[in-house]
């Protein structure tokens, strides 16, 4: 009785991580074309939310949210749909943006 209870664990892992793959791609995707501004960085990675770190020399003036939401249509690329929520400030030159998987 336990096998196939771990047996259907596994394959539910195995969804999250290949989730989690295409949530890679696109971060990738984007720092090849912002990385010298604002690079990003998986920090969470969960069924409701994402979290994505970003650092770099990007501007702290009207609109940066635009960073992280560029990330977005990267996302919907890879058949992510998620909706930009928030962000804070984590450091100097960093910010935790959070999406909702929609």
């Not at 702290?60 to 928030?86: A, N, R």
């Amino acid at each position: 009785m336990m096998a196939p209870q771990l047996n259907i664990f596994a394959k539910y892992l195995c969804v999250i991580v290949m989730d989690e793959e295409k949530v890679c791609s696109a971060i990738k995707s984007h720092n090849e074309y912002k990385a010298d501004i604002a690079e990003a960085e998986l920090v969470e990675s969960g069924e409701e939310e994402l979290k994505v770190k970003f650092e770099g020399n990007f501007s702290l003036s009207c609109c940066m949210d635009e960073y992280f939401i560029d990330l977005v249509y990267q996302l919907e690329d890879e058949g992510i749909e998620v909706e930009f929520k928030d962000f804070q400030q984590v450091g100097e030159k960093s910010f935790v943006a959070e999406y909702e998987v929609k």
